[in-house]
């Protein structure tokens, strides 16, 4: 049985950091992508980064416009894929789910084969 279970989320004022962490079981996903999205209050899920499988031991990662030089995604180990997030805007505020696919880092949440519950981002002004 497959499962994505996030960690780190909470509530915090503007400027400050938090880091995301996810962790998956029960397949090998040393090939797969694995990603962050968020979805806030009566938004459409949005992609915000994902690391791609380039070869043993090197992932490439890339992070959403939105958020580019705030937000850092790193993969821990093959299933373990952590968001570092800093500066942080009340804009922010959302559900972020932890994803994986067996292909390319889609934006698209459509793309995505497993997903986790979500961990709830709070940024208050």
Known sequence: QVQLVESGGG???????????????????TTYTMAWFRQAPGNEREFVAATTFIRTGIY??????????????????ENIVSLR???????DTAVYYCAAEAGSASTSPG???????????????
Do not use: H
């Not at 950091?17 to 079981?25: Q, T």
């Not at 997903?115 to 940024?123: E, F, L, N, S």
């Open 85 to 91: 997030m800093d500066t942080l805007r009340p804009e």
């Open 111 to 125: 793309g995505y084969e497993y997903w986790g519950q979500g961990t709830q981002v709070t940024v208050s002004s």
């Open 60 to 77: 490439d990662g890339k992070v959403a416009g939105s958020v580019r030089g705030r937000f850092a995604i790193s993969r821990d180990a």
């Open 11 to 29: 509530a915090v004022q503007a400027g400050n950091s938090l880091r995301l962490s996810c962790k998956a079981s029960g397949r090998t996903f």
